[in-house]
């Protein structure tokens, strides 16, 4: 079974930057083959898309309206790896944070479409 792993969350003040990744783990699987999806979801909220790249034959990217200029999603085929590079962070931006993707290969991804497997979640913390 495809799993995510998520790493890179932490503690960061106003106005700073953290790069979260998201890799596969338990088989080699080439996530280019993969649309994949940040959540995140802060306490007593609700969870919600942030970012989604499609898969590498349609290359679309995606992103919801209070982090574009702000975040960006991108792939590392050497490394495997999707990234969610998080700038000028706010308060309102602390959540844990989830990678996700869908059982079907070569899917064009949207932050409301269904997702089959995700991470473990990490942990954004953005306080002075």
């Known amino acids: 079974q495809l799993q995510l792993v998520e790493s890179g969350g932490g503690l960061v003040q106003p106005g700073g930057s953290l790069r979260l990744s998201c890799a596969a783990s338990?088989?080699?699987?080439?996530?280019?083959?993969?649309?994949i999806a940040w959540f995140r979801q802060a306490p007593g909220k609700e969870r919600e898309g942030v970012s989604c790249?499609?898969?590498?034959?349609?290359?679309?990217?995606y992103y919801a309206d209070d982090v574009k200029g702000r975040f960006t999603i991108s792939r590392d085929n050497a490394k495997n790896t999707v990234y969610l590079q998080m700038d000028s962070l706010k308060p309102e931006d602390t959540a844990v944070y989830y990678c996700?993707?869908?059982?079907?290969?070569?899917?064009?991804?949207?932050?409301?479409?269904?997702?089959?497997?995700w991470g473990q979640g990490t942990q954004v913390t953005v306080s002075s």
């Open positions: 996700a993707t869908t059982r079907d290969i070569w899917r064009r991804c949207g932050l409301s479409s269904k997702y089959d497997y």
């Open positions: 338990g088989f080699t699987l080439d996530l280019n083959y993969y649309a």
């Open positions: 790249i499609s898969s590498s034959s349609h290359g679309s990217i």
